[in-house]
């Protein structure tokens, strides 16, 4: 913690950036595979393995690296992950085929997996001491806003210019470079510490207090994610696959619409109760894949679009409560484990039914497809809305026992099921 290290509040802006500069690029992916498809004219399938690919990377860095800055500190880790990014956006502007774009999306999930439980730890130790809230608030935003701005501004240039793969991973290089020179200049935050080794063997476990509510959310969190998967591995395609439309800034708002209306509701529900959250994630993730089914089916890009746009609710809401519901069950020592265990499910089910979908395209068409999949998600959410109803019977029950009885001597009364 020399005394040349930058400022804490430039700092912050700097690790925000650097942040930002990840899901930038894992976002312009999304229109870029179909601009890609064109070029080499690869199977649908090939389009949706590399997005999916992302998934992997992401999970065996986030399962194996995401505890290590706590031992190494926060700015190895952060500026080691920064490279890996960096290669990867080298493998995407000078790919010769596919298969490089699918090596680069793995690179491009290690680098995301290594950084993302860093980076939300650093931006919340780099927040003024009035103002805490800002880290997690950065985090989030940079996080799924990211993902929604690259596709957008993706789209744009392939909107604008012939160039646009050259145009986008040139200014993510600089982008990833500035922030990574912030990241050098920054003070670190937390001192090194034993066990770096130790914290490299995945921890998957859900304490026996929080499984309940965990199998109750599992359907959902998986529904969510697909619907993730659909939004950015199969609607760009779609738009000129099934809606009959060339135009690179539409791919971009297919993959821009759902994470970003995701960002925004995810900010607005964090003072809602998490189960009246949940409810709420769970109807629109019902809600929103019959609308992109519809409009598939009807030729209506529009209904489409609305469609994600009630799934993007369906995921702020539902994600956010889930967390929300599962993580104040765990012991501290537990949460790292729990935690992992909603994202090993997200992952699979953002990664896994996208690439089925993909193989399937060739077999059952797109809309027929894309309304299966569909259904899939409306069945997982159902089974989530079945086991939210039985847990809240189950709390007014044990409320009106606690009502009914004497008051404790010991200590008050405190349902599981409420969020902390």
Same mark, same amino acid.
């Given at each position: ?5 930058? %400022?804490?509040?430039?700092?912050? @802006? ?21 601009? /890609? ?16 690919? /992302? ?8 399962? #194996? ?25 080298? &493998? ?12 680069? =999306?793995?690179?491009?999930?290690? *680098? %995301?997996?290594?950084?993302? +439980?860093?980076?939300? !730890? ?38 604008? #210019? ?10 993510? $290089? *600089?982008?990833? $470079? ?11 935050? $937390?001192? =090194? ?6 914290? &490299? ?36 395609? &779609?738009?000129? %696959? ?27 529900? +964090? ?10 994630? $769970? ?20 209904? &489409?679009? @609305? ?10 809401? @539902?994600? #956010? ?18 935690? @992992?265990?909603? /994202? ?12 089925? *979908? ?16 569909? !259904? ?33 001597? #010991? %200590?008050? /009364? ?5 969020? !902390?």
């Amino acid at each position: 913690m020399s005394s040349h290290r930058i %400022s804490p509040g430039l700092a912050l @802006a700097g690790a925000a950036l650097a942040f930002n500069s990840l899901y930038l690029a894992a976002g312009a992916l999304t229109p870029l595979l179909v601009v /890609y498809r064109k070029a080499w004219s690869f199977p649908p399938v090939l389009l949706t393995v590399a997005f999916a690919v /992302y998934a992997i990377g992401f999970l065996a860095a986030a399962l #194996t690296l995401g505890s290590l800055s706590d031992h190494l500190g926060r700015r190895p880790v952060l500026l080691g992950a920064l490279v890996v990014q960096l290669a990867s956006n080298l &493998m995407f502007l000078f790919a010769p085929g596919i298969g490089w774009v699918i090596a680069g =999306r793995v690179v491009q999930g290690v *680098a %995301s997996g290594a950084a993302t +439980a860093a980076f939300t !730890a650093v931006l919340v130790e780099l927040a003024p001491a009035q103002r805490k809230g800002l880290g997690p608030l950065l985090g989030s935003v940079g996080l799924t806003g990211g993902l929604a701005a690259g596709s957008l501004l993706a789209g744009l240039g392939i909107q604008l #210019t012939p160039h646009a793969n050259t145009i986008v991973f040139v200014a993510l $290089i *600089a982008l990833t $470079i500035v922030g990574g020179i912030a990241i050098l200049l920054s003070p670190e935050t $937390i001192g =090194r510490g034993p066990g770096a080794l130790g914290s &490299m063997i995945p921890n998957v476990a859900v304490p026996p207090r929080a499984r309940t509510e965990f199998l109750a959310a599992a359907p959902v969190v998986a529904a969510v994610w697909m619907l993730a998967g659909l939004s950015g591995g199969l609607a760009p395609s &779609m738009v000129q %696959s099934v809606f009959h439309r060339d135009s690179g800034l539409l791919d971009g708002l297919a993959g821009f619409i759902a994470p970003a209306v995701s960002v925004v509701v995810g900010l607005s529900f +964090a003072n809602v109760r998490a189960r009246t959250a949940m409810t709420a994630g $769970i109807i629109a993730s019902i809600i929103g894949p019959v609308g992109i089914a519809v409009g598939a089916a009807a030729g209506s890009l529009a209904t &489409m679009f @609305a469609g994600q746009a009630i799934a993007g609710l369906g995921f702020g809401a @539902a994600f #956010t409560a889930a967390l929300g519901l599962i993580v104040p069950l765990a012991d501290p020592d537990q949460r790292a484990g729990a935690v @992992a265990g909603i /994202y090993v499910v997200s992952y699979l089910g953002l990664g896994a039914p996208v690439v089925i *979908a993909g193989a399937l395209t060739n077999v059952l068409g797109v809309v027929a497809t894309v309304g299966g999949y569909s !259904a899939v998600v409306v069945l997982l959410a159902l089974i989530s809305l079945t086991a939210q109803r039985r847990l809240k019977r189950r709390t007014h029950r044990e409320e009106s026992k606690v009502d009914t009885c004497p008051p404790p001597t #010991t %200590s008050a /009364y405190s349902s599981p099921e409420r969020p !902390a």
